[in-house]
């Protein structure tokens, strides 16, 4: 089963929050990668929201808040060409997300 199919990700603007546990060994690099998919991630229209965090007790625990106007613009995130060479890279253990509707007034 691949990733984006045991998400479940709803219809229009969505949030997504969640944890990125990656390997010690490449935290430094994993944190880089971080900081220019940050600024690379105010250009995307589709973007409404992107915040990532690095854990204070944990510094190869990232923590991020992300909200989109679409699947379609998350999935245009996530297919730059970074994001794909950060996925195949093995430098994440683990990846823990929730997807939720936004509430609005």
Not at 92 to 104: C, E, L, W
């Amino acid at each position: 089963m691949s990733e984006e199919s045991k998400w479940n990700i709803p219809e229009g603007e969505f949030c997504i929050y969640g944890t990125v546990y990656a390997d010690p060994r490449h935290a430094d690099e994993v944190e880089a990668i971080y900081k220019e998919t940050t600024r690379l991630a105010q250009f995307e229209d589709g973007i409404v929201y992107y915040c990532l965090s690095r854990d204070q007790d944990d510094p190869s625990i990232f923590h991020f808040f992300e909200r989109y106007k679409s699947k379609a613009a998350f999935d245009q995130h996530n297919q730059q060409d970074i994001i794909q060479k950060f996925i195949k890279s093995g430098w994440m253990k683990d990846v823990k997300a929730v997807f939720a509707k936004p509430i609005t007034p």
